[in-house]
């Protein structure tokens, strides 16, 4: 009996795992409703699940507001550098689409084109605030990162958009995913960029640890 009610095993451990990603996906979306925080909370969201979630370690939420004021300022400017690129370029989107679905013809191809050409915007979107979430940069050098990150590991970087994008969809189209999605996605995204930051991680790699 004593195993049964043990916190950190059984039942409960996957109990406290799923109130983990409940929580942080549900914390995330609320920061995210500024639009400007939603660089630093995604920043503390990848540290979150790398450093907590994955090991299935205590504290998520004391990792999460810690990592969140740490990255504040790069990720806020960083944010508003990106919004207003981000609304341009699927704005563009969605006009191509508009005209190439119903005109055809080089109108369509064009569409082909531009989709393919949003992967390095997106991609380079992609690995932003992870990176942010990971080490210490200036805004310079973050966006420098990312855009040599995105064509040096291209097949991933296209994996991780479209992921993300799909994820984006699911959960536009049936609200209730967001309640877990955000924290599932930045598992299945780790998966692909912790690999890539073990081969590149800097000597600046963050420790947000609570209590430090």
Same mark, same amino acid.
């Given at each position: 009996?004593?195993?049964?009610?043990?916190?950190?095993?059984?039942?409960?451990?996957?109990?406290?795992?799923?109130?983990?990603?409940?929580?942080?996906?549900?914390?995330?979306?609320?920061?995210?409703?500024?639009?400007?925080?939603?660089?630093?909370?995604?920043?503390?969201?990848?540290?979150?699940?790398?450093?907590?979630?994955?090991?299935?370690?205590?504290?998520?939420?004391?990792?999460?507001?810690?990592?969140?004021?740490?990255?504040?300022?790069?990720?806020?400017?960083?944010?508003?550098?990106?919004?207003?690129?981000?609304?341009?370029?699927?704005?563009?989107?969605?006009?191509?689409?508009?005209?190439?679905?119903? #005109? +055809?013809?080089?109108? !369509?191809?064009?569409?082909?084109?531009?989709?393919? *050409? &949003?992967? /390095?915007? @997106?991609?380079? %979107?992609?690995?932003?605030?992870?990176? #942010? +979430?990971?080490?210490? !940069?200036?805004?310079?050098?973050?966006?420098?990162? *990312? &855009?040599? /990150?995105? @064509?040096?590991? %291209?097949?991933?970087?296209?994996?991780?958009?479209?992921?993300?994008?799909?994820?984006?969809?699911?959960?536009?189209?049936?609200?209730?995913?967001?309640?877990?999605?955000?924290?599932?996605?930045?598992?299945?995204?780790?998966?692909?960029?912790?690999?890539?930051?073990?081969?590149?991680?800097?000597?600046?790699?963050?420790?947000?640890?609570?209590?430090?």
């Amino acid at each position: 009996m004593g195993e049964f009610f043990n916190p950190e095993k059984g039942i409960w451990a996957w109990l406290s795992t799923l109130v983990d990603i409940c929580g942080l996906s549900i914390l995330w979306i609320c920061l995210c409703l500024p639009i400007v925080t939603a660089g630093p909370a995604t920043a503390a969201l990848y540290y979150t699940v790398v450093k907590c979630v994955r090991p299935r370690e205590s504290g998520a939420f004391g990792y999460y507001f810690r990592s969140f004021r740490q990255n504040f300022k790069t990720g806020l400017l960083t944010g508003l550098i990106v919004i207003p690129m981000a609304l341009l370029l699927f704005g563009g989107h969605f006009i191509v689409r508009w005209y190439g679905t119903r #005109l +055809g013809g080089m109108a !369509y191809v064009l569409y082909v084109a531009y989709y393919f *050409a &949003l992967i /390095l915007p @997106a991609g380079v %979107l992609c690995w932003l605030f992870p990176l #942010l +979430g990971r080490f210490d !940069y200036d805004v310079r050098g973050l966006f420098r990162t *990312a &855009l040599q /990150l995105t @064509a040096a590991h %291209l097949p991933s970087t296209v994996v991780v958009v479209l992921l993300t994008a799909q994820t984006a969809v699911f959960c536009i189209e049936r609200w209730w995913p967001v309640v877990f999605m955000p924290v599932i996605t930045m598992l299945l995204v780790s998966l692909f960029f912790e690999k890539i930051f073990q081969k590149h991680a800097p000597a600046s790699e963050k420790n947000t640890e609570p209590g430090e």
